[in-house]
């Protein structure tokens, strides 16, 4: 996740160079499922200003946003239908949605095992689950979540490595077909260009360095994404 100002609107890719998808694997992930023709109904839970609801536009593809912050609200409504909400409580009737996508949301939520099963009960038989997070493999995550424990405002309110994270998706009651683990150390390269947009003009040399330390440290990686069908 960027370091973007949910107070601001946003349009997916107009702060990042082509390059930067080689490292974030989940993008290739989502849009062959998301572009599938069954997938209709996509809730974006924890939508913030809409940045995954834009992306999902460029798919052909819309979407509802759910966010808990009236402000972030209003700019994702720029994107499609949003509501505030909190992931605790979606007012849904059961068995709604195709997809729900939960991108570095579930640790600010807290109530991991409640937000699975509220999540699981939104979904319609064999609905899938698209979740990508923030994990404790990574030590420099681990020592700056003791630092700061709060992330743009938002608390940081569960944590979880990479292991026991596929475990409690497991239990929630979730068959996951893929888990994979990513950025070593681009994470943090990520926050640069949206301080200082010049910057992004260096990504092209961070995204080398990042696919060496991927092959050589892949198992530290700050982040990674789960895709879930509800059993």
């Known amino acids: 996740m960027n370091l973007m100002d949910y107070r601001k609107p946003v349009q997916f890719g107009e702060n990042w160079s082509p390059s930067r998808y080689k490292v974030l694997p989940y993008f290739r992930v989502e849009k062959a499922l998301l572009v599938q ?6 809730l974006d839970l924890g939508c913030a200003n809409g940045w995954n609801m834009s992306r999902f536009g460029q798919y052909g593809r819309s979407s509802i946003g ?21 992931g605790l409580e979606v007012p849904v009737a059961a068995e709604t949605f195709d997809v729900v996508y939960v991108q570095h949301v579930l640790h600010h939520i807290g109530g991991v095992e409640d937000a699975l099963r509220e999540i699981r009960r939104v979904l319609k038989p064999d609905g899938i689950l698209f979740l990508v997070e923030t ?14 424990p709060s992330w743009m405002g938002d608390e940081i309110n569960a944590d979880f490595d990479f ?15 893929t888990a994979e683990q990513y950025s070593v150390l681009f994470w943090i390269w ?7 947009p010049m910057m992004e003009r260096f990504t092209p040399k ?10 050589l440290f892949g198992k530290y990686g700050a982040h990674c994404f789960l895709v879930a069908k509800k059993r």
């Open 190 to 196: 990520e926050i640069l260009p949206d301080q200082f």
């Open 66 to 86: 759910l966010d808990m912050v009236p402000e972030r609200v209003r700019l994702a409504l720029e994107h499609g239908p949003a509501m505030v909400a909190s």
């Open 206 to 215: 961070f995204v080398t360095i990042e696919q060496l330390m991927a092959r």
């Open 135 to 148: 994990v404790e493999d990574n030590p420099i995550i681990r020592w700056g979540r003791r630092l700061y």
């Open 163 to 177: 292991s026991s994270l596929r475990k409690q998706v497991a239990d929630a009651g979730f068959q996951i077909s």
């Open 37 to 42: 023709p069954d997938v209709e109904q996509i």
